[in-house]
């Protein structure tokens, strides 16, 4: 089956919710924020909704669903104008330093002495204590690549998509009126900004085979209040995803045993271990994420944020689902090459590294891979 992109426009602020409860009835909540992006299951379910939609399928129909819900989607990216951008890696630090703005590159080192990090891992090295500035959450894809190359370059100031804050109140229906000091607060994410005089549209794409006969619907409603997008099929995989650069296949190409691999999640991930991936005590087995399975590879160190929550409604036992930490995008492992062929690891471009199989249809844990290298 050929694989396409998914192209999400959307027609009004969008509301990503992570599965917290919210509720202003009760007065013990106040503020909603929505996510920076949409969580990839959140996207994979509309996808597959839209496709159930475009069939008029009979939703009891328990083999369809099943069928539905293997579907594997991968996303979501965010694109601003024609180009796709990425969440900031996490071993680089941007800051200011005389009225100028530098980047720092976190890199794992050996101390004198050693270290109380588990199983060996070693720490990242801070050259200078400072503070990280604002206004860089967002790299464009070119920035990455040269990044990933073990190049030191600044990127373009990108800030996260801009938020829009409403103020609501709390109806009460039995009167037509509102309740009294019952205000509350929801933050959308507007999917377009005005920069400098110059319009800007972000769209949110996925890449997905779609099996013979299943188009989905293209209007459809994505998150939390059921906020309109438009869909759109591209066919042309190459220019609306962002395939291996050959820059980075030839520096894979020469890398040698004992050399430092990067790996960038583009989206959150979710492991067996928590923060640890649990594929990588599975050397050679079956059903590893692409291409992993042919080498072998020691995590010597990682930069990897906050835990974040998902969870969700499950329509299939009618009830919510239990709570489940994941590994925030951008956060990076580095790997010392053991055995294999380095560039099999490639494979993964941008295509899931989550331990379980359905994690990985869903879109969790889209990987960015590069070169990497110990301190000085």
Known sequence: MPERVLEIQALTPQFWRDGRPFSAADGTETAAQSLPLPLPITVAGFVRTQIGLAQKVNWGNYQFLRSLHGLPIYG???ARREEIVLPAPRDA????????????????????GGCNLPNGLMPLRVSEDVKPQPGYSLWRQTDMEQWLLGETTLP?????LPSEQRIH????PSKGKAREGQLFS???RALEQVQDGQYIPYTLRARAALPEGHQPQLLGFLGGESRPVALRVREELSRYWWDCPKSIQEAFAGLAKGQLIRMVLATPALFEDGWKPGWLKKPGEQHLPRGLA?????LVAAAVGRRE????WSLRNNRPKPVRWMVPAGSVYFFELLEGDP???LESWLRPVSDSEQDRKDGFGLALWGVGSYAD
Request: no cysteine.
């Open 343 to 345: 560039s099999a690891v």
């Open 169 to 172: 109140v709390a109806m009460d």
């Open 309 to 312: 929550p998902v969870s969700g």
């Open 156 to 160: 373009e100031p990108m800030a996260g």
């Open 93 to 112: 630090l941007v800051y200011q330093k005389e009225g100028h703005n530098k980047i720092m590159r976190l890199q794992p080192f050996r101390p004198v």
């Open 186 to 188: 929801a933050s959308y």
């Open 76 to 78: 979501p990216l965010l």
């Open 294 to 298: 042919k080498v072998r590879l020691r």
